[in-house]
């Protein structure tokens, strides 16, 4: 008797040990395969017309005119960045910016940068990351942004015959990576989705947006990646925001946009820069 009780704890302690040791074997992580690859690069050696083309546009009843060429100094690489900058240039001169319904921008005194990649470098979902820093931490009419468009759009430049869709429907939508506005804070950025209404030049610009805290003037990596039905937001590769399920509401190729804007009547002297090390794009593979 006790020989067979002794073989019925043996065979107990032998499976004990069996279970215990598969849930140990079941608890550790799996490895993944997929990795991000980098699909298009820019580190601003010069500036490339193959990556990059100015914008010239007159949105959000901004108080500056874009200009082509750098001219005045609103558009620079050198020393392995770009410069992008509002400037004021001390006198009112004509302005050729048109708004979407064809108004001509008034005289003005403040000239800026836009640039986009639209017709260059457009991907489909993906990792679009920029390095950036501002002169300023915040200031009155501050209006600098980096941040993605549906390729569709319809705004100017207008080069291929799809280009017929309104913002923010689908192939005209509008995903916020950097965005900050003097007017209303200081040493913090909104990132964010703006959510299509379903109509022409209607979007939600709140409720997928959020501000955070980052000190501006110093170089940052501001980001957004599409995770599943996610879009992950990340400052220097840790997330700091997610829209949950709005990244299934950008299935269209989206160029990026980097530009610095003059937003209020708030007076300026002077010169606002926003200084780009590198933009990237990546996929996973």
């Known amino acids: 008797m006790k020989q067979i009780l002794t073989i ?28 991000w690859e980098v699909d298009f690069i820019d580190n601003f050696e010069k500036f490339n017309s193959e990556n990059w083309q100015d914008q010239r546009i007159w949105v959000n009843n901004e108080n500056h005119c874009y200009v082509p060429d750098g001219e005045f100094g609103t558009r620079e690489v050198s020393n392995g960045t770009l410069k992008i900058k509002v400037v004021n ?21 403040y000239v800026a940068g836009r640039i986009c990649s639209k017709n260059r470098k457009e ?24 941040w993605l468009l549906g390729a569709r759009n319809n705004e100017s430049p207008v080069q291929e015959e799809d280009e017929n869709i309104c913002w923010p429907l689908t192939g005209s939508g509008e ?24 109509e022409c030049d209607k979007g939600d610009w709140q ?40 990244g299934d509401k950008y299935p269209e190729p989206m160029f990026a946009i980097l530009n ?5 009547d708030s007076a300026m002297t002077g010169e606002w820069v926003m200084e780009v090390d590198w933009v990237k794009h990546e996929f996973r593979k």
């Not at 991907?123 to 980096?146: D, I, Y």
């Open 8 to 35: 019925v704890i043996l065979v107990f302690l032998a499976m004990s040990y069996s279970c215990k040791n598969g849930k140990k074997e079941n608890k550790e992580p799996q490895e993944t395969t997929q990795t």
């Open 89 to 109: 240039i001390g006198e009112k001169r004509p302005c050729d910016n048109l708004d979407k319904f064809g108004n001509q921008h008034p005289d003005t005194e």
């Open 123 to 146: 991907f489909v979902k993906g990792k679009w990351t920029a390095r950036l820093k501002l002169s300023s931490n915040g200031e009155a009419s501050m209006f600098p942004a980096w």
């Open 175 to 198: 995903i916020d990576i950097f965005e900050h506005h003097g007017d209303h804070m200081k040493d913090e950025f909104t990132t964010g989705a703006i959510v299509s209404l379903g």
């Open 207 to 246: 409720s997928q947006r959020r501000n955070f805290p980052a000190t501006l003037n110093e170089f940052h990596e501001y980001s957004v990646e599409w995770e599943d039905s996610d879009l992950v937001y990340r400052l220097d590769g840790k997330e700091v925001y997610r829209n949950i399920g709005e």
């Open 260 to 264: 610095y804007a003059k937003i209020t």
